[in-house]
């Protein structure tokens, strides 16, 4: 099997329109198809996200995420940044709290978390 990269990642939310202003409005990310389900009584917001994208669906009475950040299934979802510092400052800026900045200890590279509005814990790591 050849992969040649991560196609996308589904997030389900509670909350459409405020999901849909943090990742929109605030991160940045351009939309790419927007699309209201009758018969799931739900929305699929497709994000591009540089080389991959972001499925934001949400779904009536979703159930609530494991908040446990060691449970089974995805830990979080990691950002490639060029400039840790200034991505940390855009997000302080707007409103959006950061974690200190940590280094890996396997890598030599600086990395941070954030939260979505679900608490979905969010990563910035620093790239070459």
Known sequence: MNFLGIHHVAIICSDYDRSKHFYVELLGFSIIQ????TARNSYKLDLQASNA???LFSFPDPPERVNSPEACGLRHLSFAVANLDASVADLLAKGISVEPIRLDEL???RFTFFKDPDD?????????
């Open 120 to 128: 979905l814990p969010l990563e910035l790591y620093e790239a070459d």
């Open 53 to 55: 994208q972001i499925e």
């Open 107 to 109: 890598t030599g590279r």
């Open 34 to 37: 927007e699309t209201y389900r």
